[in-house]
């Protein structure tokens, strides 16, 4: 239904480079990436915003190119929600259609049906400053869908609402979504949103889309270093396929050896990517159970947060493990203390470094 061939644009320093991207009819795609990585911009020049992007922006067959916004059949909402302030709520949900040359008695009629639909009929003459933060972002939404877009682009739409009502929106988008067949592109930071409302996620990194997937694929085998990094991989190890003994391992520096799979050449250079939530430490001297010892080593830090310890031991290189406060107070790893690195079977995901995306191989 929506395609992007080639999508290229250039704004100072930045750059978006050779976007491919494909959304099928009532398909909800979500694009993260770290700050700055060119999410917001995509979705402005899909949009039409920018009309000096090369490449091809294809919706239903028809390529937009030299279209106008007004002209493409999209909706476009900001984090902010860009309400008009010197319109009430009717007038900001009817704008689209108004600009559109829709008559007003029609207009008047979708704007009906959104504000009781939204629950937002008692707000229907306010104006933007008197309201809150969850009743703005009801009143945009209402505004980006009275004109009944064929691709609906939100950007981070849930960033400005109290926590205790996102679980609340993210629900009812789900479910306006399904009653309109709606088509959404959407970028979020929130990995909440992305597992509740996702059917597939494009990781954006520096103006380039690097991996395109479902969420397990995306956060569970992450097609390159940089998608690893973004997607929360604490431990990303490079090293060579050795073999002895009919065992095939990865040789990092520091002597670690992780096993990997049959059928990898030797001399290969890989990466292994192993979550800190995955590596089990045992006390020096200790057989312990878990896993496969990779390594020893000591440990050379801690560091608390709001959910837990990451403990970063020293075994020549440095491997980080993760502990909840309630396990962190059983085992006392203390600075210094001696200990065994244990990594479980199925914990790590490798892929060749040489070529990250043509070879990825999944051993978790």
């Not at 050779?18 to 795609?29: A, F, V, Y």
């Not at 609402?161 to 979020?188: A, N, W």
């Not at 059928?263 to 292994?272: F, I, N, S, W, Y």
């Not at 878990?290 to 830090?301: E, P």
């Amino acid at each position: 239904m929506i395609r992007l061939e080639g999508v290229s644009l250039t704004r100072g320093t930045f750059s978006l480079e050779g976007i491919d991207l494909s959304l099928s009819r009532g398909e909800h795609l979500f694009v993260i990436g770290p700050s700055g990585s060119g999410k917001t911009l995509l979705l402005e020049t899909i949009a039409g915003i920018h009309g000096d992007a090369s490449g091809k922006i294809l919706i239903m067959g028809r390529d937009m190119s030299g279209l106008l916004p007004e002209e493409r059949g999209l909706s476009l909402m900001y984090q902010d929600y860009s309400l008009f302030p010197h319109l009430t709520v009717a007038e900001n949900i009817g704008f689209g259609l108004t600009i559109r040359g829709v008559p007003g008695n029609e207009t008047a009629t979708i704007v009906d049906n959104l504000v009781a639909r939204f629950g937002i009929t008692p707000l229907r003459d306010r104006y933007p400053a008197s309201l809150s933060g969850g009743e703005k972002q009801r009143v945009a939404l209402a505004r980006a869908l009275a004109t009944s877009p064929v691709l609906l682009l939100l950007d981070e739409p849930f960033a400005a609402i109290d926590p205790m009502l996102k679980s609340q929106f993210i629900d009812e988008l789900g479910r306006i979504r399904r009653e309109r067949d709606l088509t959404i592109l959407q970028v979020s930071h929130s990995r909440e949103e992305v597992y509740a409302l996702a059917d597939r996620v494009a990781v954006m990194i520096d103006g380039r889309v690097r991996q395109v997937g479902t969420c397990d694929e995306v956060f569970r085998s992450p097609a390159s270093r940089e998608v690893a990094i973004f997607t929360g991989y604490e431990n990303i190890l490079e090293g060579v396929v050795t073999s002895d003994d009919r065992r095939i391992h990865l040789l990092v520096a520091g002597g670690i050896r992780i096993g990997i799979p049959q059928g990898t050449p030797p001399g290969t250079r890989m990466v292994a990517c192993i979550r800190a939530a995955d590596v089990v430490l045992t006390p020096e001297g200790s057989h312990g159970t878990g896993g496969l010892r990779i390594a020893d080593g000591v440990v050379a830090s801690t560091r608390n947060d709001e959910h837990g310890v990451s403990v970063t031991v020293d075994c020549g290189v440095p491997i980080i493990s993760w502990f909840s406060h309630r396990e962190m107070e059983q085992h006392q790893w203390r600075l210094g203390q001696e200990v065994g690195v244990l990594l479980p079977s199925q914990s790590v995901h490798l892929f060749d470094s040489d070529h990250p995306e043509e070879h990825l191989i999944s051993h978790s």
